[in-house]
């Protein structure tokens, strides 16, 4: 993996004025990561993962795997973002339109009956397995998936119906670990100092990610790489922590929303997970650099006008795959009514590359600063190494921007109108 800087309109002078505040951050994460009392225990993960579970993981998975047409992964924000990037980035677009079993599905990341009612008729007759993933197990959106699906799936087995139920909530208290242990369903752990957008490399994650058949070693492994290479005070040598510093520095020249782009379609939901880990972990105290997500070049022809001549309050970063293992080469045709043999012979990729080169010199050269996170093939190695760059990247951003990258305290708020609205108890 590599980053190009050379299109940030920034200095070398601007960036080493951060070079003692970057230590002095480095050196508290890390003398801090393995307190329960905060939420930095995703610092030394992937070198000190529990590997025990693991091992269980991959066995229910394969249980899943041999039992199961689908698997409903329920779960809202980070309980679901990291599994559904990683498995659709390795994976394919369209992983769930194939004969493949089990299949993965999403609920509880929304209130909406006609979404829940398709996933339903989607379901069938077939048969299914539960991973519910929640903390205390009394957010509201998973929740009621899992008291509805939790239902059919009882109405359909029985008493055999506990077999098929997986949690992964917290190891000792709350509702969810309480219904789970009266229940004797599997469980997997959250851990108490990981939050929900930092925890994709835990149970949360590599559950879901195991019954898709892709290998969770490797994930891991990848992330152990970032640690390694990452684990570096100094911010000269650091791109990780560079990163970080160069977004605060366009933040300060307002330049306060951060276009995060792909021209690989499989990393739609990756974009998705970027958004709430930054959104949540920066948007607070009335600051914060603004998360938003485009695929190009489909977006070039929506959003690509404002990006070019629109207000000069952005900046993108774009992952780039350099090499997709896959080949389509543009032919010849003899009445060229398209214009299209000036492409004879060129593959698909390297078109889609000079697209996004023309698209970054266009953008650049009207004020739209530019960093370009290269990386040589998705592959598990790959996404385990950008999961844990940006996660670093975001706690370092977040401290120099001197906030609390680990809380979320403005979730709550529509969760406290919502329940008003409702008449729950206690709350009128």
């Known amino acids: 993996m590599k980053i190009n800087f050379n299109n940030v309109l920034i200095n070398n002078d601007e960036i080493n004025k951060y070079e003692d505040m970057v230590k002095d951050i480095h050196n508290k994460l890390h003398d801090n990561c ?9 610092l030394d993960l992937p070198i000190n993962y529990d590997k025990e579970e693991l091992e269980q993981i991959k066995i229910c998975a394969e249980k899943v795997k041999n039992n199961s047409k689908y698997l409903l992964v329920i779960g809202i924000g980070g309980s679901y973002l990291g599994a559904r990037a990683v498995i659709e980035a390795l994976t ?41 993933i929640s903390k205390s197990g009394t957010t509201t959106e998973p929740a009621i998936a899992f008291r509805i699906f939790k239902k059919i799936l009882e109405n359909k087995y029985g ?3 506990s077999e098929r139920i997986f949690v992964t909530t917290d ?57 390694n290479k990452y684990n570096n005070s100094n ?69 690509g006008q404002y990006i070019q001549d629109g207000r000069r309050n952005i900046f993108e970063t774009v992952l780039n795959i350099e090499n997709t293992n896959e080949s389509i080469t543009m032919t010849k045709e003899e009445n060229n009514l398209d214009n299209l043999n000036y492409l004879e012979g060129l593959t698909l990729d390297y078109i889609n590359h000079k697209a996004m080169e023309g698209t970054i010199d266009a953008h650049v050269s009207n004020d739209v600063p530019n960093i370009l996170i290269n990386v040589d093939k998705l592959d598990e190695e790959t996404i385990g190494e950008l999961i844990y760059f940006f996660e670093l990247a975001c706690a370092m951003s977040g401290f120099i921007l001197n906030v609390n990258p680990f809380n979320q305290p403005g979730v709550e708020k529509y969760k406290q109108n919502m329940f008003k609205l409702l008449n729950k108890p206690g709350y009128w």
């Open 34 to 42: 393995n307190s329960q009392d905060n939420f930095m225990g995703w």
């Open 92 to 132: 394919s677009t369209f992983y769930n339109l194939r004969e493949n079993s089990p299949i993965i599905l999403y609920v509880g990341n929304n209130l909406s009956t006609s979404y829940i009612n398709d996933i339903i008729k989607i379901i069938g007759n077939d048969d299914f397995s539960i991973n519910v």
């Open 159 to 161: 008493n055999n119906a």
């Open 171 to 227: 190891e000792e208290k709350g509702a969810l670990h309480t219904i789970a242990k009266e229940n004797n369903y599997q469980t997997f752990k959250i851990p108490n100092n990981i939050g929900g957008r930092y925890s994709v490399l835990t149970a949360v994650g590599l559950f879901p990610i195991a019954v898709a058949n892709i290998n969770v070693d490797k994930l891991l492994n990848g992330a152990i790489k970032a640690y």
């Open 235 to 303: 911010l000269n040598e650091n791109d990780c922590y560079k990163y970080a510093v160069i977004r605060n520095l366009l933040y300060h020249k307002d330049k306060n929303i951060e276009i995060f782009a792909s021209y690989e379609p499989r990393l739609h939901y990756f974009i998705e997970w970027l958004k709430q880990l930054f959104g949540e972990s920066e948007g607070k105290n009335g600051k914060g650099i603004f998360p938003v997500g485009v695929e190009f070049t489909t977006d070039l022809h929506s959003l």
